[in-house]
Structure formats: structure tokens, C-alpha cells
């Protein structure tokens, strides 16, 4: 899938490619957690433990360029799979393997609790997005019952032009669809798709989305002065799909996307709350539920999850293992948790700073009396700090 020269940048980038289309990265926040520096948004919203999770892709190569995305142009692009298809058992091992491997410098670091580094061998989560479009992977459906053998949950990114894979893809533990822009033309000059008929398969997408009994997500990529506006008809395309969760995240200045994109438009995080007020507005059957500051994320939730006035958008991580082994039929509100934190902060981002220090590292800090108070890490130089379209 890739040549000599993608795959010498990839690795360069920390990626391990795994047999022929797939690849793992560590995640910033897997990092920060086992330093105790804090998790990722999705330990926020659902209970994703970061420390325990692998984030890999099975397939390197998609059928957009998006603007917003890391990813260079040189990485692969197609519509059909061209390639030998892998054993899932072998991705399965091989994609751990590596991610331990990744982490093997962890051990005996002074940040890291030399327990929590133990439990972080054990990986209770997958994060399918990373890089391209995991979905196309033509045995996609053996490496989830893999992984739920395993007791490891999975969470799926697709960017909506693989319709019938979303159709025919069993459960997993929640599945997302990214919805990049509003109307036909702004997708097309975000997504940059290969395929003609994209508007059609993104519908479509939405609609089989509608159809799924677990849990499910629309994200979008919040991109100021690009796609944050247009309320209703974000508002019907998410009423189609009819999603367990809404995500709204702002872009993040990182990777390649920064020769196609500026700083600017990144919105600051009050402007995403700001956002998803507004769509609040037009899905009266959804509320916000909480946020994630330093990854600027919103997330909101059918009204179902509150339940005697809880929100309950924690996963049960062991009941899903369970249903999903089971064969039986079952549906998200089978395998819920109460959500531990919920509501907005308030915290205002125009007042912080974002510091880029020679490493490369981007900070998100607070301007105060007392001088500068680092707030959070965030990777700036190739790596999302957190999943793609990834979403994750
Ligand atoms: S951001 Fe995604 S890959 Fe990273 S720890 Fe969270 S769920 Fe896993």
C-alpha cells in the first residue's frame, strides 16, 4: 500500500505499519494518562481508560483529503481496496505488539507508575481511526469479534463514503460518522473526495447510521470561519442519522493540515459550546452533557441517557463484551454507566495562550497575575492529540 519513502515518513512520525494496510500510532493522551497528566475526551464522555488503549487503523488509505486532517498528500488515496488482505488474527497480534513496543520506553520512566505500566499492557480499548478508513478492510467484521474475544471494546471512525460498510459492519461498541460540512458544496471543498457521487454516500451513510442498535456518534469538526455555521442544516442531516451522541470538536492547527489551513481556524472552546448551543436549538430530542476543554469538545446526548435526571453516556465496558459475544439483539441503552462529571466549566480559552516550545510541543496554558500556568500538552508538530475525524 505504501512506498518505500511513505512508509520511511510514517515511521519517522512514530507510526508502525503492520503487515501490508495497517498501522498503529500511540496516542498522546495513552501517554499523558500513564504520566497522570490526564485523559482524552473520550475518558470524559464514555470512560475510555486512554492509558489502555491502542489507536490503529487497518487501513491506510482513504477516499478524501480532507483539509483538516494530518495526514500529508502523499498518503495513499483510493476508492476500491487494491491490496492483499491481511489475516485479522495477524493485525490483531501484530498491531499489539508494536504498541507495546512503542511503549516499551515507559518502563522505569519516573512519571510512570510502574502498576499503572503494568495495566497498561493490558489494552481494554481500540480506537479504529488514526489514519484512512478503517471500514474498507475487507475482514473488518472477524478483527471486532477478535477484539470483543479479547475484552478489548471498539470504537470505529468512517468519513461516511463507505455506505454499505457501515450497513454491513457488525456491532461495535459505538461507531461514528464524521459530518464535515453542511451542503454538497462545502463538503466538497473540505473532504476534497474522490468519489463523484459523495454528497449521495455521505446520505446514505446517515441513513444506515439511523438503522444501527448500539451506540452511535456524528462528529463534526468544528473549522472557524469555514463550516460553523449553517445550524439547520447540520440539524437535519444529524436527525437522519439519528445518533446516540453528537460531537462537536474544534480543529486543531496540526500535521499537514497546517500548509492548508491557518492558526485562526482553530475556534477557541467557548465558540464550540457557542456552537452546539445553537444546535441545541434545532434538536430539541438532544442536550449538552459535558465538555473537554483542552481538546476544545462538546459532547451532547439523546434525552434517553438521563435517566431519573443522571446522565448515563459511561460505557459498561464488560456488559457489551457480554451482549456483543452473546448473539443475542441488543441496543446502546443495554449496556449504560452514570456519567461521573457533567455541565459545562465555563472556562473561557481567549484568555489562555498556546506556546510552541522548541520540541515542538504545543502547550495550552493561562495567562494570569502569578506569571504562565501550563494547563495542558498538546502535540503540535505531526500527531492529532486526539483520534481523527478522529476523528478519536
Ligand atoms: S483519543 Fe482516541 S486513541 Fe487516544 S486514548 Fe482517547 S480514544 Fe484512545
Given at each position: 500500500?505504501?512506498?518505500?519513502?511513505?512508509?520511511?515518513?510514517?515511521?519517522?512520525?512514530?507510526?508502525?505499519?503492520?503487515?501490508?494496510?495497517?498501522?498503529?500510532?500511540?496516542?498522546?493522551?495513552?501517554?499523558?494518562?500513564?504520566?497522570?497528566?490526564?485523559?482524552?475526551?473520550?475518558?470524559?464522555?464514555?470512560?475510555?481508560?486512554?492509558?489502555?488503549?491502542?489507536?490503529?487503523?487497518?487501513?491506510?488509505?482513504?477516499?478524501?483529503?480532507?483539509?483538516?486532517?494530518?495526514?500529508?498528500?502523499?498518503?495513499?488515496?483510493?476508492?476500491?481496496?487494491?491490496?492483499?488482505?491481511?489475516?485479522?488474527?495477524?493485525?490483531?497480534?501484530?498491531?499489539?505488539?508494536?504498541?507495546?513496543?512503542?511503549?516499551?520506553?515507559?518502563?522505569?520512566?519516573?512519571?510512570?507508575?510502574?502498576?499503572?505500566?503494568?495495566?497498561?499492557?493490558?489494552?481494554?480499548?481500540?480506537?479504529?481511526?488514526?489514519?484512512?478508513?478503517?471500514?474498507?478492510?475487507?475482514?473488518?467484521?472477524?478483527?471486532?469479534?477478535?477484539?470483543?474475544?479479547?475484552?478489548?471494546?471498539?470504537?470505529?471512525?468512517?468519513?461516511?463514503?463507505?455506505?454499505?460498510?457501515?450497513?454491513?459492519?457488525?456491532?461495535?461498541?459505538?461507531?461514528?460518522?464524521?459530518?464535515?460540512?453542511?451542503?454538497?458544496?462545502?463538503?466538497?471543498?473540505?473532504?476534497?473526495?474522490?468519489?463523484?457521487?459523495?454528497?449521495?454516500?455521505?446520505?446514505q451513510s446517515l441513513a444506515y447510521l439511523a438503522q444501527k442498535k448500539q451506540r452511535t456518534t456524528v462528529r463534526l469538526t468544528c473549522i472557524k470561519?469555514?463550516?460553523?455555521?449553517?445550524?439547520?442544516?447540520?440539524?437535519?442531516?444529524?436527525?437522519?442519522?439519528?445518533?446516540?451522541?453528537?460531537?462537536?470538536?474544534?480543529?486543531?492547527f496540526v500535521g499537514a493540515s497546517r500548509q492548508r489551513l491557518v492558526k485562526e481556524n482553530m475556534p477557541y472552546h467557548e465558540e464550540v459550546v457557542d456552537f452546539a448551543k445553537e444546535l441545541e436549538k434545532e434538536l430539541p430530542g438532544y442536550e449538552t452533557v459535558t465538555?473537554?476543554?483542552?481538546?476544545?469538545?462538546?459532547?451532547?446526548?439523546?434525552?434517553?441517557?438521563?435517566?431519573?435526571?443522571?446522565?448515563?453516556?459511561?460505557?459498561?465496558?464488560?456488559?457489551?463484551?457480554?451482549?456483543?459475544?452473546?448473539?443475542?439483539?441488543?441496543?446502546?441503552?443495554?449496556?449504560?454507566?452514570?456519567?461521573?462529571?457533567?455541565?459545562?466549566?465555563?472556562?473561557?480559552?481567549?484568555?489562555?495562550?498556546?506556546?510552541?516550545?522548541?520540541?515542538?510541543?504545543?502547550?495550552?496554558?493561562?495567562?494570569?497575575?502569578?506569571?504562565?500556568?501550563?494547563?495542558?500538552?498538546?502535540?503540535?508538530?505531526?500527531?492529532?492529540?486526539?483520534?481523527?475525524?478522529?476523528?478519536?
Open positions: 500500500m505504501l512506498t518505500p519513502e511513505a512508509r520511511a515518513e510514517l515511521e519517522k512520525q512514530q507510526y508502525r505499519v503492520v503487515g501490508e494496510h495497517s498501522a498503529v500510532k500511540v496516542c498522546h493522551w495513552t501517554k499523558s494518562m500513564m504520566k497522570s497528566e490526564g485523559g482524552c475526551y473520550k475518558l470524559t464522555f464514555y470512560g475510555i481508560q486512554s492509558y489502555q488503549c491502542m489507536q490503529m487503523t487497518t487501513s491506510m488509505s482513504c477516499a478524501n483529503r480532507c483539509q483538516f486532517c494530518w495526514r500529508g498528500y502523499k498518503a495513499p488515496v483510493s476508492k476500491e481496496w487494491k491490496w492483499t488482505v491481511d489475516d485479522p488474527l495477524m493485525v490483531l497480534e501484530a498491531s499489539l505488539s508494536a504498541h507495546h513496543d512503542l511503549l516499551a520506553g515507559f518502563k522505569g520512566n519516573k512519571q510512570v507508575k510502574p502498576k499503572v505500566y503494568e495495566q497498561s499492557r493490558r489494552i481494554k480499548h481500540v480506537a479504529l481511526s488514526l489514519t484512512g478508513e478503517p471500514i474498507t478492510y475487507p475482514r473488518i467484521n472477524e478483527l471486532i469479534r477478535l477484539f470483543h474475544e479479547r475484552g478489548i471494546s471498539t470504537f470505529l471512525v468512517t468519513n461516511a463514503q463507505y455506505p454499505e460498510q457501515i450497513r454491513d459492519l457488525a456491532p461495535v461498541t459505538q461507531l461514528y460518522v464524521s459530518l464535515d460540512a453542511p451542503t454538497k458544496d462545502l463538503l466538497k471543498t473540505i473532504d476534497v473526495p474522490l468519489f463523484r457521487d459523495y454528497w449521495e454516500r455521505l446520505q470561519g469555514m463550516n460553523m455555521d449553517n445550524i439547520s442544516e447540520y440539524a437535519r442531516l444529524i436527525q437522519k442519522a439519528s445518533p446516540d451522541f453528537i460531537e462537536l470538536k474544534g480543529y486543531m465538555e473537554h476543554v483542552s481538546s476544545r469538545a462538546v459532547m451532547m446526548a439523546k434525552k434517553q441517557f438521563n435517566i431519573n435526571n443522571k446522565w448515563h453516556t459511561w460505557i459498561d465496558f464488560p456488559k457489551f463484551q457480554e451482549l456483543a459475544l452473546s448473539g443475542k439483539n441488543f441496543t446502546s441503552m443495554d449496556y449504560l454507566k452514570p456519567t461521573p462529571k457533567v455541565g459545562l466549566s465555563g472556562v473561557i480559552t481567549k484568555r489562555m495562550f498556546t506556546e510552541i516550545d522548541s520540541s515542538g510541543e504545543m502547550s495550552l496554558g493561562e495567562k494570569g497575575l502569578g506569571g504562565r500556568k501550563i494547563l495542558a500538552p498538546i502535540e503540535a508538530t505531526t500527531a492529532p492529540q486526539s483520534c481523527q475525524s478522529c476523528p478519536l
